[in-house]
């Protein structure tokens, strides 16, 4: 877990919280990582937080950065050893010298693993978005600490930041993710690098919140951020947040769903929740509408059962023809899920309209649901490999 640097005296808003971000960090983690600058040597604020981390009992593996020289700046590493945490090892990041040895030390100090120990299902969880639209403030008003970093300055949040979490409802890793910004305004390498984190983080997730600024509605960032989640093939749910903020009047909801919805074609299959991050309003039904979300996403379909669905399609909607030639379809199989992916079986590909398609979809969805996930169909001739 990567966090912001530490100032251990601070009135500045956003410097405060990270230092109580890194405090929580040092909290969860089996091994602390202090890193420090070997041209600057020791520091009273190094000092000060190498006595807050001995404080936490926890392994520290003590690291002396900027050691491009690196016979020299070794030498200059051993005043390190004044810390009172143990040997320092000089590195060079920007050169890569020096970082076998503390992978090394990293993984001597991690903490035996208890083999008898049951692996639980945890779900994965990414709350995706366009930058201050509520990300951190979800993810705090859940674990009901201030676990990320929130400010009205939006962009504040660079990395995905994986939080665990338990609760009546089961075990999930809470994804923050620094949101997408238009490309006209990523200029920085940081920027880049926090879309990079961004989508990486939907690829690692099994169910995207894709959140939406109530006050704003649909945006194209949004339409870019969900289009992500939707490709990537992960269960979706929108969450309208700030929900608090609107003016309401008899209809406002049904009428803001149409909105969403027209905006967010390829996300008819995504069920929408409307809620405060601030106030906590409806936050709580979060829990059940992942669980099922994923439950959907990871969904299985026997072989048997799928090709009644199939035959029942074709008897009430023909397939198409094209020049005196018809469609057939021998049957169908799935091949995966997460998404639910399945192989069709046919004479010809080409006559496969994607017309036709959506309705063999539409028609798997009303027998078995998957709300909240895509469906994928791949079409293969019955003679091909």
Known sequence: ??????????????????????????????????????????????????????????PIVLVCNKADNFDKDRQDA?????????????????????????????YE????????????????VAIIGKPNVGKSSLINKILGQNRAIVSDIAGTTRDAIDTEFENEKGKYV???????????????????????????????????????????????????????AHEAGKGVIIVV??????????GTLEKYKKEVYDKLKYLSYAPMIFISAKTGQRVHKLFDLINYVAQQNAMRIATS????????AIAIVQPPTD?????????????STKPPTFVIF???????????????????????????????????EKLEK
């Open 1 to 58: 877990m990567i966090q912001g640097g530490i100032e251990p005296e601070t009135e500045d808003i956003i410097l405060s919280q990270m230092r109580e971000q890194a405090n929580l960090a040092v909290a969860m983690a089996d091994v602390i990582l202090f890193l420090t600058d070997v041209k600057q040597g020791v520091t009273a604020a190094d000092r000060e937080i190498a006595l807050m981390l001995k404080k936490s009992g926890k």
């Open 78 to 106: 051993y005043e390190f050893y004044n810390l009172g945490i143990g040997e320092p090892y000089p590195i060079s990041a920007s050169n890569a010298i020096g970082i076998g040895d503390v992978l090394d030390k990293i």
């Open 109 to 124: 100090s991690f903490p035996p693993k208890d083999e008898k120990e049951e692996e639980d299902i945890i779900t994965k």
């Open 174 to 228: 809470l994804i923050d993710t620094a949101g997408i910004r238009r490309k006209s305004k990523v200029k920085e390498s940081i920027e880049k690098f926090s879309i990079m984190r961004t989508l990486l983080a939907i690829e690692r997730a099994d169910v995207c919140l894709m959140l939406i600024d109530a006050t704003e509605g649909v945006t194209d960032q949004d339409a870019k951020i969900a289009g992500e």
């Open 241 to 250: 947040n700030k929900w608090d903020m609107l003016e309401k009047e008899t």
């Open 305 to 312: 059962v799928l090709n009644q669905v199939i035959n029942e």
């Open 323 to 335: 020049k005196g030639k018809r469609l057939k379809i021998y049957y169908g199989t799935q091949a």
């Open 346 to 380: 046919v004479n010809n590909k080409e006559l496969f309209h994607f017309s036709y398609e959506r309705y063999l979809v539409n028609q798997i969805r009303k027998e078995f649901g998957l709300e909240g996930t895509p469906v994928r169909i791949i079409v293969r």
